[in-house]
């Protein structure tokens, strides 16, 4: 009996030990989890602070992202092995494993939750690591298109149209197109959506007739981004400065043109100036760098972004519809088109990438798209549409 009691006891004592050491080691895989971890939030929120000062944007951004996708591994680590060191009962938790999780880690977890909120992924990590790897391989093909346009800029620019500007059909690929082109040292560049009344212009020539009674000479119109049934923007709408509606970050799959990926922003600067950026890129100024734009539109997908053609167009595809878009050409003018006839998106945004050599370009809309132009489509006056882009003379000061 002695023997059997003396036995019992010292296999309590071994599970004991053996309890005691699976503890110890939890613990210390979380305190190493969490060293790493600090590390890599340490250096990124280093990196951040870069982002906003340095020139060479491209090359860091990228390392940002690599060190993000890094996070979010070590996160994972952190977190599971937390979570195994939660479950054990607090009273078998070695005094210096709750000391450390209730000052250093908690630290931690703290900067997780900032993370997470700059981020609004860290909740989703396996999805966030797809998203980030994608996000990786867009800013690779950026890099290599930013890289490329200052080695090649200009050179596929077709010579007769670098420096034009007004209103002009062409044929491109046996395909009818009308562009607008026009400089905003000459030119404004504006949205509309409702007036005075607070009704949607809906049209063309309402439009028209507002802007002709104010004494302004109108060039061109068109319809400004995708809408609801409702006749509302479809993501971000901003006009004088105001949000009037917000920017869509979602991403959705197999949701039509607006959600195919990137999608991007169309906006004007309070200088008058104009530019496109992916819906991302936009967020981020937007977001952390507070640009305060005059008038902005979203819409998608992008056609063309850091010199490349968007990765999801098909070369000779036979999905062909009317469609319209605007670009910024390598001459930094601003390039409205649509379409007279069929056409891919591959070939619509070929047209934009080698005739004005536009670094980006963004698709406006399909089979509904209009536009008014002074010089030869004046009648066009229709449409049922939401938000409207004019773009009309700068009155010469007497």
Request: glycine letters at 8%; proline letters at 3%; charged letters at 25%.
């Amino acid at each position: 009996m002695k023997l059997f009691k003396l036995s019992i006891g010292v296999t309590i004592l071994v599970l004991c030990i053996s309890l005691y050491s699976v503890h110890t080691i939890q613990a210390q895989t979380v305190n190493t989890s969490s060293d790493n971890l600090q590390e890599e939030l340490d250096s990124f929120f280093i990196d951040i602070d870069k982002l906003e000062s340095t020139e060479s944007k491209y090359d860091l951004l990228f390392e940002v992202r690599q060190k993000k996708v890094k996070i979010i591994t070590n996160s994972l680590l952190f977190i599971d092995s937390l979570e195994n060191l939660v479950k054990i009962p607090a009273n078998d938790k070695p005094a210096s494993t709750r000391n450390k999780l209730s000052e250093r880690d908690t630290n931690n977890l703290q900067l997780l939750c900032k993370y997470d909120s700059a981020t609004n992924n860290l909740n989703k990590y396996g999805a966030a690591i797809e998203e980030e790897q994608r996000i990786l391989n867009e800013l690779s093909d950026i890099k290599q298109g930013y890289q490329n346009s200052k080695v090649k800029k200009g050179k596929k620019v077709s010579k007769s149209l670098a420096t034009f500007q007004g209103s002009k059909t062409v044929n491109f690929k046996g395909i009818k197109l009308n562009l607008f082109t026009c400089s905003t040292d000459s030119n404004t560049v504006k949205l509309h959506w409702k007036n005075t009344s607070g009704k949607n212009f809906e049209n063309l020539g309402n439009l028209l007739g507002y802007l002709n009674a104010n004494k302004t000479e109108v060039l061109m119109l068109t319809n400004g981004g995708m809408y609801n049934p409702n006749a509302e923007p479809q993501g971000l709408y901003i006009e004088k400065k105001k949000i009037l509606r917000p920017l869509d970050t979602t991403k959705p799959k197999n949701s039509g043109n607006f959600y195919m990926q990137p999608n991007g922003v169309f906006y004007v600067e309070s200088g008058g100036k104009c530019k496109i950026d992916s819906t991302d890129r936009f967020a981020y100024l937007l977001y952390k760098k507070g640009i305060k734009p005059e008038y902005a539109t979203q819409s998608g997908p992008m056609l063309v972004r850091g010199g490349k053609i968007n990765s999801n167009f098909t070369k000779n595809s036979t999905n062909r519809k009317l469609r319209s878009g605007v670009g910024i050409a390598a001459s930094g003018k601003v390039v409205f088109v649509i379409s007279e006839g069929d056409i891919n998106f591959y070939d619509f945004a070929l047209f934009f990438k080698e005739v004005f050599g536009c670094n980006n370009a963004l698709f406006l809309d399909g089979v509904v798209s209009k536009m008014y132009l002074k010089d030869f489509k004046s009648n066009e006056k229709g449409g049922d549409f939401g938000p409207i882009i004019s773009v009309t003379k700068i009155a010469k000061t007497k």
